[in-house]
């Protein structure tokens, strides 16, 4: 199935869980490409997303991790989990199904 959404309406939205709990605020978007098109595998939800919206994340890694800052978190959420209504985006998943997403070290993960 396809459909085409205005993700920049949604970008910086908060975004709640099945229970209606807030998860954070989506920054950023995952694709892959397949032939032609680019095909939407998920969102980042939270601060680490935020830092990788901005390509912030290796340098918030090698630098402020250093000096002690507290490791940003979120939330990867499948696309398939994920509705856009004109209330904004909403995770059909409760917090604790879903991958948390981390500004940690790749191989801390």
């Known amino acids: 199935m396809s459909r085409v959404i205005a993700l920049e309406r949604y970008v910086g939205s908060s ?3 099945a229970d209606d709990q807030p998860i954070g605020r989506l920054h950023e ?3 892959r490409r397949e032939r032609s098109e680019l095909v ?3 969102y980042l939800v939270g601060r680490a997303g935020f830092l990788e919206r901005f390509s912030l ?3 918030a890694r090698e630098v402020g991790f250093l000096i002690g800052f507290r490791r940003p978190g979120g939330y ?3 696309w398939q989990a ?5 209330d904004g985006p909403r995770c059909t998943r409760r917090r604790a199904e879903l991958e948390r997403s981390s500004a940690a070290p790749r191989e801390a993960r």
Do not use: N
């Open 57 to 59: 994340g290796q340098l």
């Open 29 to 31: 978007v995952r694709v």
């Open 40 to 42: 939407v595998v998920g």
């Open 82 to 86: 994920m509705e856009f209504t004109d």
């Open 15 to 17: 975004v709640h869980d």
């Open 76 to 78: 990867f959420v499948p």
